[in-house]
Structures are given as C-alpha cells and as structure tokens.
C-alpha cells in the first residue's frame, strides 16, 4: 500500500516556515519521498505498517495549517498517469521512489 500525505502549511513569518521544515524533515526520516512539493508518499508492506506511519504524521503536524492523509493500493498506485512539461537541456525527468519488499 502507498501513503499520500498531502499538506498546506503557512509560511509568513519565520516560525511558520520552521514548522513546515521541520514537519517535511520529519516526513522524509519516517521514510516518505516528495512526489510534489506538498505531497509526499511512502511505500507501506501492509494494513498496519500504513497505520502505523500515518500516526507519526498526525504526530509531525504542526500548529497550523491542513495535512490529508491517504492511503491507495499498489494496484491503485500502479494505475496513476503523470504528465510532465516540456523537457529543459539538462535536466532529467523525476524518478520514481524506491520499493523495498523483505520476504522472510
């Protein structure tokens, strides 16, 4: 399963824009990769791995501002379509985050 967590975070005064540092900072420790500047994801190998971070995100949420959280499928995941602009000299296009799966 993948967990999308999905944030606007104000960032007008200087203790706005640490919280919102700090709560992306504490997002990539626990593991998640920016998809898109305010949503970030994170591979789940199962229903209680997902629960379990999406408790440490309602723990990372700061004063203000909304946080979503959802959780999708491989299936679902598997099934999204992304469009990217035109390519710019140089730049290479995002790569897709690292899955890793532990069979015992």
Same mark, same amino acid.
């Given at each position: ?16 824009? *640490?919280?919102?540092? %700090? @709560?992306?900072? /504490?997002?990539? !420790? ?9 949503? $970030? ?13 999406? *408790?440490?995100?309602? %723990? @990372?949420?700061? /004063?203000?501002? !909304? ?9 679902? $995941? ?13 730049? *290479? ?12």
């Amino acid at each position: 399963m993948w967990l999308f967590v999905f944030f606007d975070l104000p960032v007008v005064t200087k203790k706005q824009r *640490k919280a919102a540092t %700090l @709560f992306r900072n /504490n997002l990539m !420790k626990d593991g998640f990769v920016m998809f898109q500047y305010s949503i $970030y994801i994170r591979h789940c190998g199962s229903l209680e791995s997902l629960q379990v971070h999406a *408790k440490r995100v309602k %723990l @990372f949420v700061p /004063n203000e501002g !909304k946080v979503s959280v959802l959780s999708v499928t491989d299936k679902q $995941y598997g099934d999204i379509i992304n469009y990217w602009g035109k390519k710019e000299k140089g730049k *290479k296009p995002p790569t897709k985050p690292v899955q890793l799966e532990i069979i015992w």
